[in-house]
């Protein structure tokens, strides 16, 4: 990873916050254009600990496609 300005967890939360949802490819090409260069395992390891947080779901949309998407915050 080259951009360390910014955390990459924050930034994944953020770019998904914004959009609403996102597809695999879609966000890990999102974030190498904002100048952080990793691939889909560290991606996927962000991923996991959102979703753990509760922050992000992740769900197979096809064979080889996810989506994300974020969780509703309860008031």
């Known amino acids: 990873m080259i951009n360390m300005g ?9 770019l998904i916050k914004a959009k ?3 597809t695999d490819k879609e966000l ?7 100048g952080y ?6 991606m996927n390891r962000v991923l ?9 779901s992740v769900r197979w949309s096809g064979k ?3 989506r994300i ?5 309860k008031s």
């Open 48 to 56: 996991m600990h959102l979703e753990i947080l509760g922050l992000i």
């Open 6 to 14: 910014y955390p990459l967890r924050n930034l994944i939360y953020e």
């Open 20 to 22: 609403g949802n996102y």
């Open 64 to 66: 080889d496609k996810r």
């Open 69 to 73: 998407e974020i969780l509703q915050q």
């Open 37 to 42: 260069e990793i691939g889909i395992k560290e």
């Open 28 to 34: 890990l090409n999102d974030i190498n254009k904002r």
